[in-house]
């Protein structure tokens, strides 16, 4: 038993992963090739391909590492929201360091703070090499979910 409604973690946290992955949640991160490794309220990792998520010159566009930034940190914030609540990104913001121009860039996203109202999540997006290739950072408000 939990503190969600008997529900546990582990069924929060599989309950809202497959409403991303369904299609409910998460079209564009479907469009995009995200794959969920790790999901958590404090922390949160997947993937994404380069290939099809690049602008003309061949570079990993900037606004896929936006969408994976918000992907992953809206779905911590889900997760720490727990059941009955939805949140709603309010606010991101992004530093592109660096480019990728193949395989896959990883993202990382770590809860700063967690509160009742908002949770804000830290998002490190690297290459293939480990290497930085965006700092973002999201602030959710976290609601109950209206009524269908």
Request: contains cysteine; proline residues 3%; charged residues 20%.
């Amino acid at each position: 038993m939990s503190d969600t409604g008997g529900v546990s973690s582990e069924e929060t946290r599989e309950a809202v992963l497959a409403e991303v992955e369904s299609g409910t949640h998460g079209t564009l991160a479907k469009t995009m090739g995200i794959e969920f490794l790790e999901a958590g309220p404090e922390r949160v990792t997947a993937r994404m391909p380069v290939e099809g998520n690049t602008q003309p010159y061949g570079l990993l566009h900037g606004g896929a590492s936006c969408v994976l930034a918000e992907t992953l940190g809206s779905v911590g914030a889900m997760l720490h929201a727990g059941p009955g609540r939805i949140a709603v990104g309010i606010e991101i913001n992004a530093t592109h360091h660096r480019t990728a121009t193949e395989g896959w860039v990883t993202g990382v996203a770590t809860r700063v703070h967690g509160g009742r109202t908002l949770a804000t999540y830290e998002i490190a997006i690297t290459d293939g090499r480990d290497r930085r290739v965006c700092t973002a950072r999201l602030t959710c408000m976290l609601r109950d979910r209206p009524d269908a």
